[in-house]
């Protein structure tokens, strides 16, 4: 098991759907990015083990 603290945009991009109350894990399945500082948008993560 990983535990490890989620970083900004993972944080501000976490949806309901991502957490798994009774097996008490969470997936990062997708980032809070903004572009031309001024327009936000999901993205994918970066890491190959975090889009699968």
Do not use: C
């Amino acid at each position: 098991m990983i535990i490890r603290q989620p970083h900004r945009g993972e944080a501000l991009a976490l949806h309901e759907d991502d957490a798994y109350l009774d097996k008490r894990s969470e997936y990062i399945r997708r980032t809070l990015a903004a572009i031309d500082n001024n327009q936000l948008v999901f993205t994918a993560p970066q890491t190959r083990s975090s889009r699968n």
